[in-house]
Every structure is written in C-alpha cells, then in structure tokens.
C-alpha cells in the first residue's frame, strides 16, 4: 500500500472520529452536568476535523494556510476573552464570520468551475451562498443591536416585509436561472449582494427582545449552509457538522419560539419591541414600595424558601458570584434556595444557566420555568433580579399586551415578591410590568452586584448577632 493511499485512510479515519464527537458534544451539551464534557469533545472533533484536513495531499502550499491560522489566531483569542454580558453578540459574530467563509469558498468554487458547473453541484452553490449571505450581515445586525450599536427597537416602515421578501423572492429566481444557465455569470454577484441587503433587512424591524430566538435561527441559517458547502465540496464531515448544527439551532428556535408563545413569523416580521405608552407617560400613578439592602435581608432571613429569578440585568452587573454569596449564606441558614430559568431570560439560549454555572451554583438547583412555576404559592420569598419582560403577569392578564399568552415566571404568586432594578424603565420588550405595583412587591433600587453584595453583609451582620 503506497503512501498517500494510507494517508487518505488517516484522513477518512479523522474525519469518522470527528464526526462520532460531535454527535456525542452535542448530546452532552443538553444537559448542564455533561456540558463541561461536550465542550471537550467538541473541542477534540474539531482539532481532529482541522489536522485531517491539513493532511489532504491536494494542498500544494501550506504558507497561505499558515497566515491563515495566524490572523485568526489574532482575532479569535481576543474574541474568546470577552465578559460573559458580550457573549452573545461574540456568538452572533462567530455565526457572521462563518457564513462568511461560506460565502468565499462557494464563491471560488464557482468561479473555478464556470461555465460547466453541474446542475446539482449549481444548486447547492446557490443554497450555500444565499443563506451564507443572508446570515452573515443578519449576525452583524443582530451583534450590533445586542451591543447596542444600533438601536434595539425595531426599525420599521410600510411595506418593508414586502421589500425584504421580494429581495430573497428575486435572489431565489436569479438562482434558478444559474441551475440552469450556470454560464450566466454576470448573474453570481447578485445573487450575493441581494441577500447580504436581505440580511440587514431581515434583522432591523426585529427587537431585542427577540434577539435569543434570532440568534439561534442565524445559527440554524449558517449550519444549513455549511452543510450545502459539504456536499459542492464532496465533504462528508461539512456535511454532518452543517445538519448537526442547522437542525439543533432550528430545533432550539423552535422551543424558543414556543417559550415565547409566538410564531416565526411574529418573531420575524412582528416588529415586536416598539416602546409601550409607560404609566408615567399616560398621567396613570404607579405606587410602588421601596426596601433597603438591610430590610431586603430581614426579611430574606426570615423566610424559609427563597426562589431566585434571575436576568440580563445580573448579566450587565456582573453579579453572578454575589448571588452564589448570598446562596451560600441562606443556605448556612437553612433556606431552601432554588433558582427558576425562564428558556428566554438574558440574550442568547442558555444565558442565566452559563452565568449561574461560572459561579458554580449547584445544577440541581437550577429549575426550569415549568419545574419551579407550581412552587411559587408556597414561596415565601421570589428575588428577581434584573429579570423584566419573563416576570410580566400582563402575559397572563392583559389581551391588548404586545406579550399576552407567553408563559412567564409566576413571580407574583409568592407570598412576597423583591425585585432588584436600577429603575423603573420598562424592559428590552418596551413593556411596564404591574408586577412592580403589586401590594406584595418590594422593590429593590440599584446595581445588582453591589445591591446583592449589601444583602450578603446584612445577612452576616445578622448571623454574627445571632451568635
């Protein structure tokens, strides 16, 4: 057996051995005790998938492979190094830089094949490069809107979804001209630049508050067309890795969706998000109450169950470790802490559940909206912290709500509800939230880290007393 024969083993070998990890990292990624492992094996996959493809005997010049590495070496560590409040957007920008490379290999591919492009091969080209495209300005959209660069309320005008589909509707058709035409090249460039406008297009009438949702749908986007690239490539691994991830992002969307009570295309063309008229802006009074940090722990140390709701706003604050503080000192006390996560809290899937475990809170204490929602009549306390739109009981209670029917938190069923807020802005929805005018609702003005960081210290002044 000559050589590259058993290089060409070596490699179809890897490539098995890669594709067996990530189907096994994705399984494990499912569940917060295996997370840690499917991060690993996910990791091997990948270092496996890249060296096999390193060894392929048709690369003839490693040195622009090398510069390669090189720069995105440079780009990527700083990426990999954000606080935890940036990763979603560090996500949507890996979703863009994908699709993007997407993009550039389905390019060349038809360039160094045209005019003969097969008809298979011509269609799975157009597949790649559209949603690449679509998917790469849509991440850079959806990044800048959760970095605030651009403005997170949806931004709206007659007739866009008209103008946004016939967009994708003419991409579409220019793409079936070049199935059967593939000599049409003059074509190929609009059938690039239609998608990358349809993209932005797609992205600017959707509201922050949908962005966990989007995010996951841009993931789903960018793995079906990694998967397209695949089979324009031959690449049964690109093939395999692109279904795995297209199918578990639409799968993910689709929970999301559902968590929401909402469609796609609500998600999509609802332009859901426009600022609500607010209580003070309509002349209507809102009575709320206050607490200090020092009432706020008289009364957390005098309960005997304690849910912890939290939100983007313990996201913003950094105070994922003070929260663990203050578990860790109601647990000294005999509280039972449990802490409810709604599938929608924060802005991207899995937010609160990844802060929560940097802290490493306890995974059997971490329960999920339909697991802890039953418990909340017999809760002395719920602390929601930073935690708006998924506490909202209008979603229960008011039909004209841009939220009614979406399953929420049941916060406001707790004997006694504390709400840790900076103020009394409405949340990434735009929406007021009557929970914060409840007779039971005391609300908690300031940072979230330095107001949880007060508690813990009234909590230690009062066991020190205690002894």
């Known amino acids: 057996m000559n050589p590259p024969m058993i290089t060409e083993h070596a490699i179809q070998a890897a490539y098995l051995a890669a594709t067996v990890l990530f189907i096994l990292s994705l399984k494990w990624l499912s569940a917060p005790a295996t997370a840690r492992r499917g991060v690993r094996c996910g990791e091997i996959g990948m270092l496996l998938a890249i060296v096999a493809t390193l060894l392929y005997h048709g690369i003839v010049d490693y040195r622009w492979i090398a510069i390669g590495l090189v720069l995105g070496s440079i780009i990527g560590v700083p990426l990999g190094l954000v606080q935890m409040t940036a990763v979603p957007q560090r996500t949507a920008l890996s979703h863009a830089f994908g699709a993007f490379s997407v993009v550039l290999v389905g390019t060349a591919e038809y360039y160094l094949r045209a005019p003969n492009v097969p008809g298979f091969t011509m269609a799975v080209l157009a597949i790649e490069v559209i949603l690449g495209s679509l998917t790469f300005t849509g991440s850079l959209m959806a990044a800048g809107k959760l970095q605030e660069v651009l403005p997170q309320r949806p931004i709206t005008y007659k007739g866009q979804n008209l103008v946004n589909l016939s967009l994708l509707a003419i991409a579409v058709i220019i793409a079936v001209v ?138 913003v604050a950094q105070a994922q470790h003070k929260v663990r503080e203050l578990f860790d000192a109601l647990v000294r006390r005999g509280v039972d802490v449990k802490f409810g996560i709604h599938p929608v809290a924060g802005r991207m899937p899995g937010h609160m559940n990844v802060l929560l475990a940097e802290a490493d809170i306890p995974y059997d204490r971490l329960l999920d909206m339909e697991e802890i929602n039953p418990d909340f009549p017999q809760t002395d306390v719920a602390l929601v912290i930073g935690a708006n739109d998924v506490t909202n009981p209008a979603a229960r209670t008011d039909t004209a709500s841009p939220i009614y029917g979406m399953p929420i938190m049941d916060v406001d069923k707790a004997r006694t509800v504390m709400v840790i807020k900076r103020s009394m802005s409405p949340g990434f929805a735009g929406i007021d939230n009557p929970l914060y005018s409840l007779d039971r609702t005391l609300m908690l003005f300031g940072d979230a880290k330095g107001f949880v960081g007060e508690i813990v210290k009234e909590l230690a002044g009062h066991a020190a007393a205690a002894h």
């Open 178 to 315: 070049l199935v059967l035409h593939p000599h049409r090249m003059a074509l190929f460039p609009l059938m690039i630049i239609l998608p990358l406008a349809f993209g932005v297009m797609m992205i600017v009438p959707i509201g922050g508050a949908d962005m966990p949702t989007v995010i996951s749908l841009l993931n789903s986007y960018a793995g079906l067309s990694a998967a397209a690239m695949g089979f324009a490539l031959d690449s049964k691994l690109l093939i395999v890795a692109g279904a795995l991830d297209g199918s578990s992002g639409f799968i993910l969307s689709v929970i999301m969706s559902k968590a929401m009570n909402r469609s796609f295309t609500n998600v999509l063309f609802g332009a859901f998000g426009q600022v609500q008229a607010s209580a003070a802006a309509t002349g209507q009074a809102r009575n709320v109450r206050s607490a200090s940090p020092e009432e706020a722990a008289g009364i957390l140390a005098a309960a005997n169950s304690v849910a912890i709701i939290p939100g983007y706003g313990m996201a």
